[in-house]
């Protein structure tokens, strides 16, 4: 079975440029999460979803994040425009009915 | 929200030597509990969890991990650590919600 796939695996970008960051859950889990990994610290979740809503959103900036799950599959996220601190690894995980995680390989941005 | 605390940043140790990573929480209800282990270029990946009953569990590579529900704590333990086990290992916590919310981690390098 494919684990969770994400994609850039690696992104560099200047300041104010726009960025996004795609995933592909493991096949059958409807519940999404992106997740933010700064240096030296754990994961910390920006959105849930289930299916296609988003149910948790609290932690997301929405001033310059926003992200889609437009058919309860595949899902993007978008920073615009990125800041400097904006620099971390950006997570996907998955699940399904079940409280176990499973996460993707990341995609680590460098904002310069 | 849950607040997870590990107590070593960095831990460095040779091999055959044991091991045990401490891990608190602030929620004084029903939880479940995991550690997560990043190896060195991989994604995060499940060693061991908790939900209910038998309050030591053994996860993967022959690690085992005690909830003392009394402490907070649920604390990783291996009786003999290898070069393989050089990783970054994270506790996380939910509360019977979806979100986790993980420690800092801790590096753990296992010289030969």
């Known amino acids: 079975e494919a684990g969770v796939v994400q994609s850039p695996r690696y992104k560099i970008i200047e300041k104010k440029q726009p960025v996004a960051f795609w995933c592909n859950p493991i096949s059958g889990h409807n519940t999404l999460y992106w997740y933010r990994q700064n240096l030296g610290q754990g994961p910390e979740l920006l959105i849930r979803?289930?299916?296609?809503?988003?149910?948790?959103d609290s932690q997301l900036p929405k001033d310059r994040f926003s992200a889609e799950r437009l058919k309860g599959v595949d899902s993007t996220l978008k920073i615009q425009p990125a800041e400097l601190g904006d620099s971390a690894v950006y997570l996907c995980a998955s699940t399904s009915g079940s409280y176990e995680q499973y996460f993707g390989p990341g995609t680590r941005l460098t904002v310069t | 929200a849950q607040s997870v605390s590990q107590h070593n940043h960095h831990v460095i140790l040779s091999e055959a030597a044991s091991l045990e990573l401490g891990c608190n929480y602030s929620?004084?209800?029903?939880?479940?509990l995991f550690w997560y282990v990043q190896y060195p270029g991989q994604h995060l990946q499940l060693l061991l969890k908790y939900f209910s009953g038998d309050p030591l569990v053994k996860g993967i590579k022959g690690f085992e991990a005690e909830f003392i529900k009394s402490k907070f704590s649920f604390n990783l333990r291996k009786p003999s650590v290898q070069w393989s086990d050089t990783a970054e290992y994270f506790c996380a916590v939910n509360d019977n919600d979806y979100k986790l919310s993980f420690g800092a981690g801790t590096t753990v390098t296992v010289r030969a």
């Open positions: 929620y004084g209800g029903t939880v479940n």
């Open positions: 979803y289930e299916n296609e809503e988003a149910v948790d």
